[in-house]
Structures are given as structure tokens and as C-alpha cells.
């Protein structure tokens, strides 16, 4: 069973900068893919960054150029760093896991962490 624990996450004015971690129980390396999800209120879930196995990755249109997801495999550890933050950005976030074995897919998620950025 894979455990995510994210940390990080606080009050922020707009224009701030937050640093979210999420540790990893498991070698991240044994991973397809590492991600950020938040879920405002009111909101679906919705894909923040997201990382694959080979290093490749993507993110929402909303927060590209202003936030980065890396990882530390050493550390079994993934980050997201969230810079220029607006009052939009509000949200729970959420670390993804995505295990695959065969054809079964694992889906793993941490318990979440509040960011809250006033203006």
C-alpha cells in the first residue's frame, strides 16, 4: 500500500509563494507517475502538474509558468512549487499516485493540504 503525506500548505497573500511536499512510503521510482490535484469548494478535483516516470511533465493551463512539480527519488519526494499565486489558486491540494501492474491501474492519494491565498 502506497502512502502520500503532503505538507506545505498554509495562507499566503496573493503574489506569495508556497512550497507544498508530499512524501512517499515507496520508492517513487517504482511509480508511472507522480501529481498535484486540487479540489476548490464547490469545484471537481482537476489536475494541477504531473509528472511520469520518464520525467515528462504537464500542467493545467492555469498555473503553467508559475508553478513547478519535481521530485527527489532519493528522498522518496515530490514538490510542487507554487509561485505569483493569485486568490484562484484556493483550493485542497492533493498528491497522486498512479501505480501499474499488467493491466491493473493504482490510484493513490494523500490526505490533502490547504492553501488559501487571500488578495
Known amino acids: 500500500q502506497v502512502q502520500l503525506v503532503e505538507s506545505g500548505g498554509g495562507l499566503v497573500q496573493a503574489g506569495g509563494a508556497l512550497r507544498l511536499s508530499c512524501a512517499v512510503s515507496?520508492?517513487?521510482?517504482?511509480?508511472?507517475?507522480m501529481g498535484w490535484y486540487r479540489q476548490a469548494p464547490g469545484k471537481q478535483r482537476e489536475l494541477v502538474a504531473r509528472?511520469?516516470?520518464?520525467?515528462?511533465?504537464n500542467y493545467a493551463d492555469s498555473v503553467k509558468g508559475r508553478f513547478t512539480i519535481s521530485r527527489d527519488n532519493a528522498q522518496n519526494a515530490v514538490y510542487l512549487q507554487m509561485n505569483s499565486l493569485k486568490p484562484e489558486d484556493t483550493a485542497i491540494y492533493y498528491c497522486?499516485?498512479?501505480?501499474?501492474?499488467?493491466?491493473?491501474?493504482?490510484?493513490?492519494w494523500g490526505q490533502g493540504t490547504q492553501v488559501t491565498v487571500s488578495s
Open positions: 497522486h499516485a498512479l501505480g501499474m501492474v499488467a493491466a491493473w491501474t493504482y490510484n493513490y
Open positions: 515507496v520508492s517513487i521510482s517504482s511509480l508511472n507517475a
Open positions: 509528472m511520469i516516470s520518464g520525467g515528462d511533465t
